[in-house]
């Protein structure tokens, strides 16, 4: 009887833990983080990527956001180069519901419902990759990716992107174990 109480709780716990944004991230490990403390984009790898000139500015102003609140400077002269590029890719997913009466696995028979029920969806995800480059050696320290569902919805463009650049730079720094 206890575990049908504590059955929601834990449904509602992993529901809201779960991110719609799956992210990882790599970096030198001989690199100390600590020095850096001014940033600037790569202008000529971010022309380069292919997306919208209007997603482009998106992801800048969410980066240039997020760098700033965790106390990085934009410079003319900065210790890191920040650099992004995406890709996306149409995900297709087919369900089939097989409603009848019988034994075991597969189909039963039912006078109703011959064959059941398919249905097919469609959505884009796309991955979000995040470059940082020590100025100075030309050098590339550490790398961020954040994977998700994409939306065409124009309202909701900014806070999907926002969402997928703030879970990727949290992770930067790094941690040293």
């Not at 956001?65 to 590029?85: C, Q, W, Y």
Request: with cysteine.
């Amino acid at each position: 009887m206890k575990s049908l109480k504590i059955l929601p709780l834990l449904l509602l716990f992993i529901a809201s833990s779960c991110s719609s944004v799956r992210v990882n991230a790599d970096y030198d490990k001989n690199v100390d983080f600590a020095p850096y403390k001014t940033f600037a984009f790569h202008k000529n790898s971010i022309d380069k990527v292919e997306i919208s000139d209007l997603d482009k500015k998106r992801i800048l102003r969410s980066i240039d956001e997020v760098m700033t609140a965790r106390g990085f400077t934009k410079s003319e002269n900065p210790d890191l180069l920040i650099s992004f590029f995406t890709k996306e890719r149409e995900q297709v997913n087919v369900n089939q519901f097989n409603a009848g009466w019988g034994y075991g696995w597969g189909y039963g028979w039912n006078p109703y419902l011959w064959g059941g029920n398919t249905s097919v969806s469609r959505y884009t995800e796309g991955t979000l990759y995040i470059d940082i480059i020590d100025a100075n050696k030309k050098e590339l320290i550490w790398q961020g990716d954040g994977e998700g569902v994409l939306t065409k919805d124009t309202n909701k463009k900014d806070e999907k992107i926002k969402e997928f650049v703030s879970k990727i730079l949290e992770q930067y720094p790094p941690k040293k174990k």
